[in-house]
Every structure is written in structure tokens, then in C-alpha cells.
């Protein structure tokens, strides 16, 4: 049962480089959403999706860019890496429909240094 | 809006003692409440949620919450801690933004378990 799933776990950038992060789902989940986990800040939401062809931003969209071409696939791409992009990125998923407290399962994370 | 104070980024406890993990939460909604673990360099799992059904909510590995409305809190609890509980907590407060359903995190607790 695969889950969630995150690559690359590490990656060293240098500043103005770009990149993707992948992310990809099995549970056939609508929504799926980005995070950025920094010391003492927990858990912040970059941008969500609620099913394909649907993003939005959430509260820290700056310098990230989305896209859901399928409901299994939602890559996180950097435009142009900075120092303050170095973090610990999550993948997440759950279904949708209209019912609250579903339950959310992430990704393994994925540890980015930006030099 | 929602929101979520954890209070204490850090705890310490011996083994055998009890764990107690404070949140305090912030909803213009009913609220639905999550607290998720994380254990070193993996991703979030989930531990528990409230979701207006029982407020004492049993979780997985002994843990357990009770939803205090009057308090606006959603303290864990466990009788008797093990070396490996020892891992970051986060509380958890999902919210409805544009028809959709978030999850607001609160900055985590890192809990040591002293032998």
C-alpha cells in the first residue's frame, strides 16, 4: 500500500535554480495539498488542489507553483529556489466530497537546502 | 478563521509517568480536531480525531484527548509514556475555505521520554 509518495527525499539546490517536487497519491483521494514544515512553525499550506484541473493558493504560495493535470499526480514546482525555500516539504491527501474531518495522510517529506 | 496554540514546545517526562500535551484551539465553526505525531526524519501520522461525535477520542499507541468546548482545548493524554513516544506532537484544527476543508496546525510539541 504505497500511499503517499514524495521524491526526491533530499535535494541541494543553489539559489536561482528551479525544480519540481513530485507527489503522487493511489487512494483515488480529490484533495491534496502542499506544506512546508520549518523549526518552531509547524506546518504551513503552500497550495491545495480539490481535484484536477483545481489549485489554489494556500498561506504561503509565494515562489511555488502547482498544477493537477490527474487526481493521482500533483508536482510542487520552485521558479527560482532562494534560501528561504529551505525546508522540509510535505505531500498530503484525503477525500473530499463535502465531508469534514477526513482524515489526511502525508507524504515522507521531502528535505530541501537551498545554498 | 481557525487557530491553534500548543503550549510548550518542548516537554520532558520519565518512563512510566503520564503525558499530558496541551492545545487550545480557535474556530468560527464546530470545530474538527486532529492531532497528528511525527517521529524523526518521517512524515505525519495520525493519532486521533474529534470530529463531534464522543468528546474522549481514543487514539492509536494508548493515547487519548478529550474535546473541552467550554475550554476551547483538546489536551492528549497518556497514563504511562514509553521511550518510543518520545517524537514531535502537532494539534490540529481543520476549517472550510471556499467549499474545501484545511487543516490549521499548531507549531508541534517535542516530547523526550527520560529513562
Known amino acids: 500500500n504505497a500511499g503517499v509518495t514524495q521524491t526526491p527525499k533530499f535535494q541541494v539546490l543553489k539559489t536561482g535554480q528551479s525544480m519540481t517536487l513530485q507527489c503522487a497519491q493511489d487512494?483515488?483521494?480529490?484533495?491534496m495539498s502542499w506544506y512546508r514544515q520549518d523549526p518552531g512553525m509547524g506546518l504551513r499550506l503552500i497550495h491545495y488542489?480539490?481535484?484536477?484541473?483545481?489549485?489554489d493558493q494556500g498561506e504561503v504560495p509565494n515562489g511555488y507553483n502547482v498544477s493537477r493535470s490527474t487526481t493521482e499526480d500533483f508536482p510542487l514546482r520552485l521558479l527560482s529556489a532562494a534560501p528561504s525555500q529551505t525546508s522540509v516539504y510535505f505531500c498530503?491527501?484525503?477525500?473530499?466530497?463535502?465531508?469534514?474531518?477526513?482524515?489526511?495522510?502525508f507524504g515522507e517529506g521531502s528535505w530541501l537546502t537551498v545554498v | 478563521a481557525q487557530s491553534v496554540t500548543q503550549l510548550g514546545s518542548h516537554v520532558s517526562v520519565s518512563e512510566g509517568a503520564l503525558v499530558l500535551l496541551r492545545c487550545n484551539y480557535s474556530?468560527?465553526?464546530?470545530?474538527?480536531l486532529f492531532w497528528y505525531v511525527q517521529y524523526p526524519n518521517q512524515g505525519l501520522q495520525l493519532l486521533l480525531k474529534?470530529?463531534?461525535?464522543?468528546?474522549l477520542v481514543k487514539g492509536i499507541n494508548g493515547f487519548e484527548a478529550e474535546f473541552k468546548k467550554s475550554e476551547t482545548s483538546f489536551p492528549l493524554t497518556k497514563p504511562s509514556a514509553h521511550m518510543s513516544d518520545a517524537a514531535e506532537y502537532f494539534c490540529?484544527?481543520?476549517?472550510?475555505?471556499?467549499?474545501?476543508?484545511?487543516?490549521?496546525f499548531g507549531k508541534g510539541t517535542k516530547l523526550t521520554v527520560n529513562p
Open positions: 498530503a491527501s484525503s477525500r473530499q466530497g463535502g465531508q469534514r474531518g477526513n482524515t489526511i495522510y
Open positions: 487512494m483515488n483521494h480529490e484533495y
Open positions: 488542489s480539490v481535484g484536477a484541473g483545481i489549485t
Open positions: 474556530s468560527s465553526v464546530p470545530p474538527y
Open positions: 474529534y470530529t463531534s461525535a464522543a468528546t
Open positions: 490540529a484544527v481543520s476549517g472550510l475555505k471556499g467549499g474545501s476543508e484545511k487543516l490549521v
